[in-house]
């Protein structure tokens, strides 16, 4: 099962840092993505892409998480040459992680 069925996202910058928010459906799937969508876990499925820190906060009134992804823009929107300099695709990226691998 992908993320994006338990979930939907939502992406900004600042700088060289990314903010993924994750926002349940229904929050009965909140308790199951807090533990499986840990921190390494976004990480490891980003690869390369985030060279620093990945932090979760979690939001279990809004059964929501918002995950700071570190160093993952390529040195920011004014320095980048990537096609997606702002990160917003990188939501979509995330909602596309296997939850039973």
């Known amino acids: 099962m992908k993320l994006r069925e338990l979930a939907h996202g939502r992406t900004g910058d600042k700088g060289n840092t990314l903010n993924v928010?994750?926002?349940?459906?229904?929050e009965a799937?909140?308790?199951?993505?807090?533990?499986?969508?840990?921190?390494?876990?976004?990480?490891?499925?980003?690869?390369?892409?985030?060279?620093?820190?990945?932090?979760r906060y979690e939001l279990p009134l809004l059964g929501a998480f918002n995950f700071v992804l570190g160093q993952?823009?390529?040195?920011?929107?004014?320095?980048?040459?990537?096609?997606?300099?702002?990160?917003?695709?990188?939501?979509?990226a995330l909602l596309d992680l296997e939850l039973n691998s």
Do not use: N, Q, W
């Not at 928010?21 to 229904?26: A, G, K, R």
């Not at 799937?29 to 932090?55: C, S």
């Open 29 to 55: 799937h909140y308790a199951y993505l807090r533990e499986v969508l840990t921190p390494e876990r976004v990480k490891a499925h980003f690869g390369d892409v985030i060279k620093g820190d990945v932090l």
């Open 72 to 92: 993952a823009l390529g040195g920011g929107v004014t320095r980048s040459l990537a096609l997606d300099a702002h990160g917003k695709s990188m939501s979509s």
């Open 21 to 26: 928010s994750v926002i349940c459906f229904d």
